[in-house]
Nanobody, 125 residues
Framework: QVQLVESGGGLVQAGGSLRLSCAAS????????MAWFRQAPGKEREFVAA????????AYADSVKGRFTISRDNAKNTVYLQMNSLKPEDTAVYYC??????????????????WGQGTQVTVSS
């Protein structure tokens, strides 16, 4: 059983930056892909970014490409999401997710078996 705990959310002004962290435990973190999703009020949860086991392959939603960077530190069992040039439309609860059954990155929620509790990101205009 994999446990995921996100941190790093908060309130930031438009144009600012935040770095989210997701600490994993209970599994072999270095072997499987990880991802970030987000859910804004009144909207469905959507894909943000994903990274494969080694960090050598990443994928991003078009809405965040060039502004967000996903990375991982397998020695620390942690995945990160560096968010720059934040916009009010980035306001959402951000979730990290793990896909122990997969080898490569996926944009689809059903590929991910384990989810964190979420961390709120609010971007003011």
């Amino acid at each position: 059983q994999v446990q995921l705990v996100e941190s790093g959310g908060g309130l930031v002004q438009a144009g600012g930056s935040l770095r989210l962290s997701c600490a994993a435990s209970g599994g072999t973190f270095s072997r499987y892909p990880m991802a970030w999703f987000r859910q804004a009020p009144g909207k469905e949860r959507e894909f943000v970014a994903a990274i494969n086991w080694s960090g050598g392959n990443t994928a991003y939603a078009d809405s965040v490409k060039g502004r967000f960077t996903i990375s991982r530190d397998n020695a620390k069992n942690t995945v990160y999401l560096q968010m720059n040039s934040l916009k009010p439309e980035d306001t959402a609860v951000y979730y990290c997710a793990a896909a122990p059954k997969y080898f490569s990155v996926s944009r689809f929620q059903n590929a991910y078996d384990y989810w964190g509790q979420g961390t709120q990101v609010t971007v003011s205009s």
